[in-house]
């Protein structure tokens, strides 16, 4: 885990018994060794770069709200596997309204930090925009597979890009073996 920084929640008011909070941001590391069974359904593990140890590394987003003083919470750790890229815990537990950047998140009525819960938030998602909470999944050097990219347009066009996938540029746009299919709603 490397912290990157660390912060007062809400200019270092406090939550009840519970005292301050503080706010630590980083990432954390992973490693996977491709040939664990346990692993079997990462997709495209086993064509992942691997470090010297064989193992597949990378890394995720990580924020941490924390009581400033540890013997002040409650000893109980609430973890959540953010989605799309965005703190949920707050919004369900606190009230607090839902961020797209949840660098300095709203903590809402702070149901939770009176309590003396720490809040642990880990990104997931390898495709989303920077300012979310997200994954940094090593990079394939070539897809042995065809894919779907789903996208909706706002407007009828006789051309697009996949602009809003840019993890998922094709080898070769120009490939015959590429195809479009087209329907006229998601489902």
């Known amino acids: 885990m490397a912290i990157a920084n660390r912060a007062m929640v809400a200019n270092g008011q406090a939550f009840g018994s519970a005292g301050a909070y503080e706010q630590l941001t980083g990432t954390i590391e992973f490693a996977l060794d491709p040939r664990d069974p346990h692993n079997a359904q990462v997709t495209d593990l086993a064509l992942a770069p691997k470090a010297s140890d064989g193992r597949v590394h990378f890394t995720a987003d990580l924020i941490v709200l924390q009581p400033a003083e540890a013997s002040k ?6 973890f959540e596997v953010v989605n799309r890229g965005r703190i949920g815990v707050l919004e369900k537990f606190n009230s607090a309204p839902r961020a797209d950047a949840p660098t300095a998140p709203d903590v809402g009525n702070a149901y939770l930090m009176r309590q003396g819960y720490t809040l642990v938030f880990v990104g997931w998602e390898f495709d989303l925009p920077p300012g979310t909470i997200r994954l940094d999944a090593p990079a394939l050097d070539t897809l042995r597979q065809s894919i779907t990219v789903p996208f909706i347009l706002d407007r009828a066009s006789p051309e697009t890009t996949l602009a809003n996938a840019p993890t998922y540029l094709p080898a070769n746009p120009t490939d015959a073996a ?10």
């Open 178 to 187: 590429s195809t479009l299919t087209v329907r006229d709603h998601y489902w």
């Open 73 to 78: 919470g409650n000893g109980v750790l609430l």
